[in-house]
């Protein structure tokens, strides 16, 4: 009886080690963030940093701190984003995303007819979905998205619109 409990256990070990063999992870699985620079057009051309942490396989947290100018008006705004993302081929994934934000803005004297500056906080409610690629060799990540915008109390009152950005970030 003993020996056919220490074959079932030498058996059962075996089996668990040769599957442990067949998935080695590879230098991308254990990538979990991302940072880098988006530049979009939504109200004026806008910079970001951009920040993303790897929640699960297939969620991320994305964060946004950036600002945006026009001809009259200055503004800044953060944002978060939950995403998903779905793999195409290899290196390619596409994400689609909800989230929102806050912001300031400050106009000068050429926008309201010379009646003085006009400033404020407003709220954005945004989507986001996009395309990226991750390059194999290096820890780049090049994004191509839309994000649609709706954005409460800005300088333009309520406002709809769609921030198109391409963003390019080093990933660790």
């Not at 906080?121 to 986001?128: A, E, K, R, S």
Request: with cysteine; charged share 20%; net charge negative.
């Amino acid at each position: 009886m003993k020996k056919k409990y220490y074959c079932l256990c030498l058996l059962i070990g075996m089996i668990y080690s040769s599957h442990a063999q067949e998935e080695i992870p590879n230098k991308e699985s254990f990538l979990t963030n991302a940072i880098g620079l988006r530049v979009g057009n939504n109200h004026g051309l806008g910079v970001e940093i951009s920040y993303q942490k790897k929640l699960s396989t297939k969620n991320r947290l994305e964060l946004n701190f950036g600002w945006t100018n026009d001809n009259n008006t200055d503004a800044i705004k953060i944002s978060g984003i939950y995403q998903w993302y779905w793999n195409i081929e290899k290196e390619l994934d596409w994400y689609a995303g909800l989230g929102g934000g806050l912001g300031s803005w400050d106009t000068n004297n050429n926008y309201n007819n010379g009646y003085g500056s006009d400033n404020g906080i407003f709220g954005v409610i945004n989507g986001d979905v996009g395309i990226e690629y991750n390059f194999k060799e290096i820890p780049i990540q090049i994004a191509l998205d839309a994000r649609p915008e709706f954005v409460f109390n800005n300088y333009e009152r309520n406002d709809f619109g769609i921030n198109m950005g391409l963003a390019i970030r080093y990933k660790f």
